[in-house]
């Protein structure tokens, strides 16, 4: 698990779009093992990304019109699964983040931390080989966004899965692996159980939305 914490305005979002390919660097590559993402078509990068990468966002971006088993197999339709199976796997993830009762529920009818739990078992039901995370809890209220991390944690371990975490709460940043500080158009990596984490400028916020 790496955290990529910064001040706002930092690029930390940009970082974490450009690694998913959903943005381009203005100089320099990025690899994923030996594929070179800049050389991807935009069919390409769609495929690539709906394969390897899993994205959960601050806003959930779930369908409305959809229930919460239809939202969490969108991706496997899209692969060109049939209905029933994607459905089928689909209700398997609900049951992964704790709401095998609530798959028949449209978004509207559904809490934040649902809502977040939703889009996090859309995002997985791929099985992709990276989950990509910003600011996952920052809509949330501070027990709601300990629960959906800790669900993050959990399930990030029983996958086997590389997460990076874009977040300002540097509670949750001392509890992954590795911690990317992003300023002034510099990486530095910080040890997460130091001291420095605590100190670093701007982006001090130890919880989430109150």
Not at 53 to 59: A, R, S
Not at 178 to 189: A, P, S
């Amino acid at each position: 698990m790496l955290a990529i914490v910064g001040q706002s305005g930092s690029g930390k979002s940009t970082l974490l779009h450009i690694l998913g390919a959903l943005d381009s660097a203005s100089e320099g590559d990025v690899y994923f093992a030996n594929l070179k993402l800049r050389t991807l078509t935009e069919d390409a990068a769609a495929e690539f990304r709906n394969k390897q990468l899993g994205f959960v966002w601050q806003f959930h971006y779930l369908l409305p019109e959809f229930t919460a088993v239809e939202n969490v197999a969108m991706p496997l339709l899209l692969r060109g699964i049939g209905r029933r199976q994607a459905e089928d796997e689909a209700r398997k993830w609900l049951l992964e983040v704790g709401l095998a009762d609530r798959g028949h529920h449209r978004t509207g009818e559904l809490s934040g931390g649902e809502q977040q739990r939703v889009s996090l078992a859309r995002a997985l039901v791929t099985k992709p080989r990276i989950l990509m995370a910003d600011e996952p809890t920052g809509d949330l209220d501070n027990r709601t966004a300990e629960a959906v991390f800790d669900l993050i944690a959990k399930l990030h371990t029983e996958n086997s899965l590389t997460s990076l975490i874009v977040t300002h709460n540097l509670a949750f940043a001392r509890r992954c692996d590795r911690v990317l500080y992003l300023h002034g158009g510099r990486v530095e990596e910080v040890q997460p159980g130091s001291g420095v984490l605590s100190d670093l400028p701007g982006n001090t916020r130890e919880n989430s939305r109150p």
